[in-house]
């Protein structure tokens, strides 16, 4: 059974960074691709980027690009999301998610990690 | 960037109801990279189609998906207490963003 944890809520002020751990099990980690989805409070779902831990090179969503670095490290089985120059709209639940099928960025996801909070304020 | 509408924002049903619920893509999709996703409060989304017409692993036959080009649907046969919930859909072809639309809320009349 596939499972994906992540890291524990986290407070920041505006202009710092955070970075979000995603550790998973059960599964082949290196072949899925891993992507990164937001939801502020109380809206909908966005996707931010996402990763295929053997090929290495990440994609980003437009809106992120240059404040994100997505990384894997296939060794422990983690994947990384750091967001940087953080103000209060990046307030919100980050999840990981992994892709249905192997080697293949274009599936559905079908397994989720439990969330991360990441609250932004002064 | 393909941009996806959903409708109605919310739809009131009791328990039995058939639930139609759309979702409208800026662009032409390929049927093969629409997925559907059901999130209840404090969870995770929870995958239910993918491929615009395929139910994933668990997920019960009430649930269907239907679609093609821009305009897809999903269908709740007869809704149940535990379907009401958020839903979303999810393009994921060609190349990134894999975009998901606003949502629709599902709650009971």
Same mark, same amino acid.
């Given at each position: 059974?596939?499972?994906?944890?992540q890291?524990?809520?986290?407070?920041?002020?505006?202009?710092?960074?955070?970075?979000?751990?995603?550790?998973?099990?059960?599964?082949t980690?290196?072949?899925?691709a891993?992507?990164?989805?937001?939801?502020?409070?109380?809206?909908g779902?966005?996707?931010?980027?996402?990763?295929?831990?053997?090929?290495?090179?990440? *994609?980003?969503?437009?809106?992120?690009?240059g404040?994100?670095?997505?990384?894997?490290?296939?060794?422990?089985?983690?994947?990384?999301?750091?967001? !940087?120059?953080?103000?209060?709209?990046?307030?919100?639940?980050?999840?990981?998610?992994?892709?249905?099928?192997?080697? *293949?960025? *274009?599936?559905?996801?079908?397994?989720?990690?439990?969330?991360?909070?990441?609250?932004? !304020?002064? | 960037?393909?941009?996806?509408?959903q409708?109605?924002?919310?739809?009131?049903?009791?328990?039995?109801?058939?639930?139609?619920?759309s979702?409208?893509?800026?662009?032409?999709?390929?049927?093969?990279?629409?997925?559907?996703?059901?999130?209840?409060?404090?969870?995770?989304?929870?995958?239910?189609?993918?491929?615009?017409?395929?139910?994933?692993?668990?997920?019960?036959?009430?649930f269907?998906?239907?679609?093609?080009?821009?305009?897809?649907?999903?269908?709740?046969?007869?809704?149940?207490?535990?379907?009401?919930?958020?839903?979303?859909?999810?393009?994921?072809?060609?190349?990134p963003?894999?975009?998901?639309?606003?949502g629709?809320?599902?709650?009971?009349?």
């Amino acid at each position: 059974q596939v499972q994906l944890v992540q890291s524990g809520a986290e407070v920041k002020k505006p202009g710092s960074s955070v970075k979000v751990s995603c550790k998973a099990s059960g599964g082949t980690f290196s072949s899925y691709a891993i992507s990164w989805v937001r939801q502020a409070p109380r809206q909908g779902l966005e996707w931010m980027g996402g990763i295929i831990p053997i090929f290495g090179t990440a *994609n980003y969503a437009q809106k992120f690009q240059g404040r994100v670095t997505i990384t894997a490290d296939k060794s422990t089985s983690t994947a990384y999301m750091e967001l !940087s120059s953080l103000r209060s709209e990046d307030t919100g639940v980050y999840y990981c998610a992994r892709g249905r099928a192997a080697y *293949n960025w *274009n599936d559905a996801v079908d397994y989720w990690g439990q969330g991360t909070l990441v609250i932004v !304020s002064s | 960037e393909i941009v996806l509408t959903q409708s109605p924002g919310t739809l009131s049903l009791s328990p039995g109801e058939r639930a139609t619920l759309s979702c409208r893509a800026s662009q032409s999709v390929s049927s093969f990279y629409l997925a559907w996703y059901q999130q209840k409060p404090g969870q995770a989304p929870r995958l239910l189609i993918y491929g615009a017409s395929s139910r994933a692993t668990g997920i019960p036959d009430r649930f269907s998906g239907s679609g093609s080009g821009t305009d897809f649907t999903l269908t709740i046969s007869r809704l149940e207490p535990e379907d009401f919930a958020v839903y979303y859909c999810q393009q994921y072809g060609g190349s990134p963003p894999f975009t998901f639309g606003q949502g629709t809320k599902l709650e009971i009349k």
